[in-house]
C-alpha cells in the first residue's frame, strides 16, 4: 500500500472536484514519486533475478523422465484454495457487520474476489481502492469503506505472519537460527498484541490518516472482532491445504507435513502481499517458497513454486470473473425494483 496512491484513487472515485493549481501539483506529484518508482523497478529486478536463477538450476536437476503429475491433485488443490477464498469473504462480511448493515453475502463475494486482481497493478493500490469503491456502490460510506478495506487487510497480513511464526521451531531453520525458540516466542506475542482491537485499531487509523482517509471508528468489542479472525485463520490453514495437495501432485509428501507447508504459504503470501515493488508478490513469494520448503518437497521444489503461482492465478482469474457475474446480476435487480 502506497501513502498517497489509495487516497488519490478513492477521492477521485468520490468525484472530488480538483482544486485550483491540482494540475501543477500533480506533476510535482508525479515527479517526486519517480525516484521511488525507479528503486521500486530496481528491487523487482534484483528478486526477479535472483529467484529465476534459482529456479532454473533447481528444475535442471528435477527428474523430469520419472516425474509423474497426478491432476486429481491439482483439481482438489483449486478447490481448497477456491473454498479458502470463500471463507475469507465470510470474513470479511462478518468485519464489516461490526461497522454497518453489510450487504449481501453475494454481493460481499463480489466485493472480496473483483479487486483480487488489482494487486498485479505496481503499487497494489488498484485493489484497495476497487475494493472500497465497490463497497460504496453498496451504500457503504466512503469512510467506513476504506477503513474496513484496510483493517481486513492488516488482519489477513498479521494472521498470516502469526501462523508462519513456528517456523522458527522447525528443525532446519533452527539450526540456522540462532535462540530461535526466542525468536518464536517474540514473534507470537508481537502478533497476538498487534491483533487486539484497541492495538490494531490505532495502527490502522494511523495508516488511513496517512492515505488522508477519515478515522476509522473503534473496533468492535472481541465477541465480535474474534470471528473475522478465526475465519482468517480457517482459510490459512485451507491454503496449507492447497499447498500440500499441489505438491502431492508432484512428489509424496506426508500429511504430517501440512502445518510445516501452512506456515509456509503464509510467510510467502504476507511477505508477497507487503512486497509493494512486486505486483502480485511474484518473485517474493516464489523466493520464499523455494527456501522454505526445499527439506520438504526435495528436487521438485521450484515445481510446486510454479504449480502454485499457476493454480492462485487460476483461481483469483476464476473467481473475479464470477464476481463480476455476480455484481451485474445485482445491479441489474437492483436496477428493476427501482
Known amino acids: 500500500m502506497q501513502d498517497k496512491g489509495f487516497g488519490h484513487s478513492t477521492l477521485a472515485a468520490e468525484g472530488t472536484s480538483p482544486s485550483p493549481g491540482s494540475s501543477g501539483a500533480a506533476a510535482s506529484t508525479r515527479w517526486a514519486l519517480r525516484p521511488g518508482l525507479v528503486l521500486k523497478l530496481v528491487l523487482l529486478a534484483a528478486v526477479l533475478v535472483y529467484v529465476i536463477r534459482a529456479m532454473a538450476r533447481q528444475l535442471a536437476h528435477v527428474p523430469w523422465a520419472t516425474l509423474s503429475v497426478q491432476p486429481h491433485f491439482l483439481v482438489l488443490a483449486i478447490a481448497a484454495n477456491c473454498l479458502a477464498s470463500f471463507l475469507s469473504a465470510v470474513g470479511y462480511r462478518t468485519l464489516l457487520s461490526a461497522f454497518c448493515a453489510p450487504p449481501s453475502m453475494a454481493a460481499v463475494c463480489a466485493v472480496a474476489w473483483i479487486p483480487n486482481l488489482g494487486k498485479y497493478v505496481p503499487g497494489k493500490v488498484a485493489s484497495l481502492a476497487g475494493a472500497a469503491w465497490l463497497l460504496r456502490h453498496y451504500r457503504?460510506?466512503?469512510?467506513?469503506?476504506?477503513?474496513?478495506?484496510?483493517v481486513q487487510q492488516g488482519l489477513w497480513i498479521l494472521t498470516g505472519f502469526l501462523l508462519a511464526a513456528p517456523l522458527c521451531l522447525w528443525e532446519p531453520i533452527r539450526q540456522r537460527l540462532p535462540l530461535a525458540w526466542a525468536w518464536c516466542l517474540a514473534a507470537?506475542?508481537?502478533?497476538?498484541?498487534?491483533?487486539?482491537?484497541?492495538?490494531?485499531?490505532?495502527?490502522?487509523?494511523?495508516?488511513?490518516?496517512?492515505?488522508?482517509?477519515?478515522?476509522?471508528?473503534?473496533?468492535?468489542?472481541?465477541?465480535?472482532?474474534?470471528?473475522?479472525?478465526?475465519?482468517?485463520?480457517?482459510?490459512?490453514?485451507?491454503?496449507?491445504?492447497?499447498?500440500?495437495?499441489?505438491?502431492?501432485?508432484?512428489?509424496?509428501?506426508?500429511?504430517?507435513?501440512?502445518?510445516?507447508?501452512?506456515?509456509?504459504?503464509?510467510?510467502?503470501?504476507?511477505?508477497?502481499?507487503?512486497?509493494?515493488?512486486?505486483?502480485?508478490?511474484?518473485?517474493?513469494?516464489?523466493?520464499?517458497l523455494l527456501m522454505v520448503l526445499a527439506p520438504v518437497t526435495g528436487a521438485t521444489t521450484a515445481v510446486v513454486a510454479v504449480l502454485m503461482r499457476l493454480l492462485q492465478t487460476l483461481e483469483e482469474v476464476l473467481l473475479a470473473g464470477i464476481g463480476t457475474v455476480i455484481f451485474w446480476r445485482l445491479r441489474d435487480r437492483d436496477h428493476d425494483r427501482d
Open 140 to 150: 457503504i460510506p466512503a469512510a467506513t469503506a476504506a477503513g474496513v478495506v484496510v
Open 188 to 288: 507470537m506475542v508481537t502478533g497476538v498484541v498487534l491483533l487486539h482491537p484497541r492495538v490494531f485499531g490505532a495502527l490502522g487509523n494511523v495508516l488511513l490518516r496517512k492515505l488522508r482517509r477519515s478515522a476509522l471508528v473503534p473496533l468492535p468489542r472481541m465477541r465480535r472482532y474474534l470471528p473475522p479472525v478465526l475465519l482468517m485463520i480457517a482459510a490459512w490453514m485451507l491454503l496449507g491445504v492447497t499447498t500440500w495437495l499441489a505438491a502431492r501432485s508432484v512428489v509424496q509428501v506426508p500429511v504430517a507435513r501440512l502445518p510445516i507447508l501452512t506456515a509456509a504459504i503464509a510467510l510467502a503470501s504476507s511477505l508477497g502481499l507487503l512486497a509493494l515493488f512486486a505486483p502480485g508478490g511474484i518473485g517474493v513469494r516464489e523466493g520464499v
